[in-house]
């Protein structure tokens, strides 16, 4: 497993931006596939986005879509998403996840996940 840590998290009023990163650690980061789940209070954890080993393919729920990216630097062994024109809905926990298993990470396919960091906290104000 490689060792994830969240940071970037924070409170923002809606139509606002955020960058989160993930650094990693422990693994050879170039080897994981790489996304970003959420967690809102009583809801299921739920795919955001997802980056191929090699940063060239990238998937997104459809809700976010035009707003976030996903994008990796395998140099300084860091996965990010910037998210914009964040609403109220998009407020949860927002995690770090990889995979050695995948070449990337399906929407869907939590199973997938070997590796989690434990979370940042995004609200969204209206």
């Known amino acids: 497993q490689v060792r994830l840590v969240e940071s970037g998290g924070g409170l923002v009023q809606a139509g606002g931006s955020l960058r989160l990163s993930c650094a990693t650690s422990?693994?050879?980061?170039?080897?994981?596939?790489m996304g970003w789940f959420r967690q809102a209070p009583g809801k299921e954890r739920e795919f955001v986005a997802s980056?191929?080993?090699?940063?060239?393919?990238?998937l997104y729920r459809d809700s976010v879509k035009e707003r976030f990216a996903i994008s990796r630097d395998n140099a300084k062994n860091t996965v990010f998403l910037q998210m914009n024109s964040l609403k109220p809905e998009d407020t949860a926990v927002y995690y770090c996840?990889?995979?050695?298993?995948?070449?990337?990470?399906?929407?869907?396919?939590?199973?997938?996940?070997?590796?989690w960091g434990k979370g940042t906290l995004v609200t969204v104000s209206s």
């Open positions: 996840a990889g995979s050695n298993s995948a070449w990337i990470i399906r929407p869907g396919q939590i199973t997938e996940v070997d590796s």
């Open positions: 422990g693994r050879t980061f170039s080897d994981y596939a």
């Open positions: 980056i191929s080993q090699s940063g060239g393919r990238t």
